[in-house]
């Protein structure tokens, strides 16, 4: 006897015959676009899983099966995506089973899977020696999406913006060489953090001591999107795949049909000329909301050499699929997206299965992955702060006035973390403990003799991984310092050679990838912390040193232990090549000087007790203001506008400050839609004793210039012209890690409009 079903059946048939069998399956959707049943079609029939009171309403979808093709749930517009036949039927209360109407065969054409291998590989640009290398990305979670096809999304456009997309292509097909915006840089922007969360980090420390509301900052003319004038980072090439710019005229026919006054011959012509429009979707940021979805196919974790790969699937008799990437990052334990373009930006249109796609990350937090190399011998070798300054790039000239400032003249801000190679040997001698400990150096602040240096208690990780014997993998923490067996000493172990082996695990690894700035840092030195976290008492010349301990956690003395302390001689980020180091203090290289090298130790009569290194901290933020724009004793008023006669001159002046001039600055004058006017232009040191560009500054970092109104006001018709002053103060503080400090930054924006007087 045959089980009774609840539910619903659909009898479903095909027009045409297929030259081979494939799958289909059923789908049932409520009003919202929920799903509400699925199930395959066997032997001619769907069965639904449906209630009465579901089943009213119910949209009844028959297409391809994506169960295994995709990782999220199917949604109505995937369903119309892939061209799935949307049945017209009606529910009747007594009828379990419905007979449809034959499939129509450019439907179900549709429906033949083809596969697609998807390949690439996510890399961080580094550079050293003025060469950079794309170094990989170990453990990235790369999300690959699946987005609207062009024809969906020009049919799902308005009427209106039919034309006005073809009116935007005209427009660049008059300028053969379109001066293109800056495309925005991939969300999230670096950096973000929310001021409402209370913790000591850095960029938090700086908002509690901003002087000013939050800055107001120069929009972009594309999309609303932050732009800084004169932020140095560099934007990624926009990755575009099988089309290029309109070039040279057009095909008569085709521009007959852009032409047309026919809303559909101008749309079916736009869908001829798809991939000569996609280079352009990205510089159009209205059409980016018709861009409803991008659907995940696959997530994927980059192996050791920062490589992903998969197969994906699509129907064979359509364009090859558009994929979007996006990647994900492990910092501080919790998966955070560090790379993620708006859709029309960042896809691969009609990607050519095969072909590899570079990912570039450029967000500071994220570390590149080589195996990390081992020191032989009794050595010690201090290499960096962060990641990017090497202990070459750090004037050492303790009673210079630039001491402890980058060789370019920058200061340090923010968590510093020194880095440092331990030799293999020096466990092996019962040398296993160290200690960063400082003290202010500045000579108005004197240290007495007799007070303790306070030492970097911050603790200190190393993860590795643990792999049980049925392959199951955790990463742990292990805890360097302070290490509790040696309470109120803060002294931190030396890294072992090899990881704890704990009981039940068949393989343990130190694992640097899943924290990368974590795990490479030998102590923590808190300079946003310093005098109770007031950046203008703290900022000043700070004295490090570092010592050795043996394991009862008595002082070791470096000669007579026979060990050798050594600097890198290259500048850093280090990248591929060989990093030659030199010892310090007695490498008789004449390049170097004695004098110098011999302030990096701390001697006790001829013995060596501790390297030294002398770093300047400035925490303090830049201050941004515009003042208003004066013609005579006029200044803008509740309407914006200041009368003129042709021979005034308009008073333009602005603040661009730092406390103690560790900061750049741009100021701009930009008259509506065009570019900046260059008598009302300056840039350069908030600290500079000459005008720069006729902006004379006073004591207190004002800048100001007397501007001709005509060299203002130009060409404009009845000389009438509205401005946007705007100014981008730089702070020049490093962590060593980013290039800048970007939380350290002020903005300011104003706008002033001037209107001549009579005739």
Known sequence: MTEKRSGLRFKVSLEGKPEKKFDMFAFAFDRRGNLLASGPVKEGQAHLDLQDDQAK????????DIREKRISAPTVEMMKRKHAYEISWKFESKKRVYELLPIPELHWQCWLWCKCRVRGRVVKPVEAGGVTTDMPVCHARVHICEVDSFPIVIERLPDDLIFRLRDELFDYIERPDPPFP?????????????????????????????NLENPRRKISRIGGIPNNPGDE?????????GGGPISGPLPMPTFAGLSSLSVNIVRNTLLELRELVWPYLCHWPWIWPYFYTCDEIAVLETDSNGRFETDIWYPCSGDRPDLHFWVEFCIGGVWTTVYRWPIPCGTYWNYVCGSEVTIRITDPRVPWCADPPSMPGKQIAVMLIGNNISM??????????NAGLTTTGKPFGGSLEPHVWFGENLIASGITHYRWSYKRADSDVPWPDDKPWPAMDAPVFRHYSETMADDTLTFKPFLLGPDPEFPGENLFKIQPKNPPLNPGVALSSWAPMTNGRANTASAYFLSHLLDGGDVSTAAGKYELKLKLFDSSGKRVNLIDQGIT????????????????????????DPAFSSIDMEEMVIRKGADIVAFRLVLHVDNNGCEAEIYKTAVGVETAGDCGFITYSPRDSAHISFKARHPNNFATFTFLTIPGESNDVNPAYASGSVGSIIALNGF???????????VPVAALVGTCP????AFAETLYVKALATDGWS?????????????????????
């Open 739 to 759: 290039g800048r400090l970007r939380y350290l930054d002020r903005s300011a924006v104003e706008p002033f409009a001037l209107t001549k007087t009579g005739p």
């Open 182 to 210: 800056d495309p925005p840089l991939p969300d999230p922007p670096i950096f973000r953090f929310d001021p409402r969360v209370i913790d000591p980090t850095p960029e938090n420390i700086a908002e509690m001591w901003r």
């Open 57 to 64: 309403h119910a949209r009844i979808f028959i297409g391809p």
């Open 696 to 706: 004379e500054r006073d004591a207190a970092s004002v800048f100001s210039k007397n």
């Open 565 to 588: 302390l050594k600097i890198p001689t290259v500048d850093g980020p280090f990248g591929l090549g060989v990093v030659p180091t030199r010892a310090v203090p007695n490498d008789p």
């Open 233 to 241: 980072t560099n934007l990624p090439i926009v990755p575009l795949s």
């Open 718 to 721: 009845q000389g009438r012209a």
């Open 392 to 401: 070459t790039q750090i004037q050492r000239d303790i009673s210079g006035q």
